[in-house]
């Protein structure tokens, strides 16, 4: 097996409008370098692509578009290209989709495109043999679940460690399975946020990707939410992580499987959505805040009918797999996901962005189940097809 990792600076022109909390923010400063990441595993001719920029999500027709040019570019098929979000709330706008009152910048965009294209061609040339590792280690301290602290959480971090016949590590690739956001919408500089300062503090070559961190974050475990916090909780995280024992990987052939979910839609009659506008409607009154989500339902709710599509793919690495998920996705589904498969690294925000991805079990309870394209159900459905087909690549 031949891997190729590599990294680059996106940071946007200034000023630039910021995503992540409505109302329009504009920053003027670049407090630490946001970036993209490019990693390329190759085995016997067969290739697969993860890049992880340092943005709020990745809206589907970008990251089609910056898909098909590497395809274009390299022959690899864009199912073999997955685009992800590091999600945080203090880079630059990107889409529309949570900050519509303001434009992208189009030339922006096209910068991340020709910079990841340069880093993707580079590494290509690059590419070399490697021994793969993994292991897991206990950071939950610094988080919990977000919406009760006494309901359950995945405290692990999960670890890939590509290793090159130099005995020097190529990159580290991280799961990490919280929201990664501490800075909120009062700071108005350009930040990777946790993401960033979990990296700056482990060492230089480390890739992060999300996981089922939907309803997680460090809501009950931090202690600001300033640059300061930021700095204690990545200095924290940071020395954990070089806790644990790795182990050795044999990593065998590839193999990818595509699953779409589609099912018929209808928002009006949707009971959910006509129940949370009836209650908001009450709550906007004596809570001004409460407006945001009304707006976010009666969008929902003024769509036409129709077929939802949602798409995830599976790619195996021998006995690692990986799962590339198009939503923020909360722990219970991601747990069924990892009770099918021993040593799986799921990864959210990729290739798209539908809001939450909310268990049936959990829908109405939270505020997640307000920002979300699944109708009630349908992520537990979409969720146990993906794992029916990671039990038949199992077996197969």
Request: net charge negative; aromatic share 10%; with cysteine.
């Amino acid at each position: 097996m031949k891997v190729a990792w590599q990294k680059a600076q996106i940071n946007p022109p200034l000023p630039t409008y910021m995503e992540g909390y409505v109302g329009g923010r504009k920053s003027q400063v670049i407090h630490d370098d946001i970036e993209a990441h490019v990693l390329i595993m190759a085995n016997q001719e067969k290739y697969f692509v993860l890049i992880s920029l340092d943005i709020i999500l990745i809206d589907k027709a970008f990251g089609l578009q910056l898909r098909t040019r590497l395809s274009r570019e390299s022959g690899i098929a864009v199912e073999q290209i997955a685009v992800i979000a590091t999600h945080t709330h203090s880079g630059p706008q990107i889409s529309t989709k949570l900050s519509s009152g303001t434009a992208v910048n189009q030339d922006y965009l096209n910068e991340i495109e020709d910079t990841v294209s340069k880093v993707f061609t580079d590494c290509l040339k690059s590419l070399t043999p490697v021994q793969v590792y993994c292991k897991e280690v206990s950071i939950g301290i610094f988080y919990s679940n977000r919406n009760q602290p006494d309901l359950p959480y995945n405290e692990k971090a999960q670890f890939v460690r590509f290793i090159d016949e130099q005995g020097a590590t190529v990159v580290d690739l991280m799961n990490f399975n919280c929201h990664p956001t501490i800075l909120k919408a009062d700071n108005l500089e350009i930040s990777a946020d946790l993401v960033g300062s979990i990296r700056q503090h482990y060492r230089d070559n480390l890739m992060i990707v999300l996981g089922e961190a939907g309803d997680v974050s460090t809501r009950f475990k931090r202690q600001g939410e300033d640059f300061a916090e930021v700095d204690r909780v990545g200095r924290g995280i940071a020395e954990r992580l070089t806790l644990g024992e790795w182990q050795a990987l044999r990593p065998s052939g590839f193999d990818l499987k595509t699953i779409i979910h589609e099912v018929s839609y209808d928002p009006a009659s949707d009971l959910f959505l006509n129940n949370a506008k009836a209650q908001l409607e009450k709550a906007v009154s004596q809570q001004p805040e409460a407006r945001v989500l009304l707006d976010m339902v009666e969008e929902r709710l003024a769509q036409k009918s129709g077929t939802l599509s949602f798409e995830a793919s599976i790619f195996s690495l021998g006995s690692l797999v990986f799962v590339f998920f198009p939503s923020e996705i909360v722990f219970e589904l991601g747990k069924i996901l990892r009770d099918v498969h021993p040593n799986l690294i799921l990864v959210a925000y990729t290739n798209d962005f539908r809001g939450y991805a909310v268990d049936q079990a959990t829908y109405g309870k939270f505020g997640e189940s307000l920002i979300t394209d699944y109708p009630y159900g349908e992520a537990d459905a979409f969720v146990k097809k993906i794992a029916e087909q990671i039990e038949v690549m199992m077996r197969d």
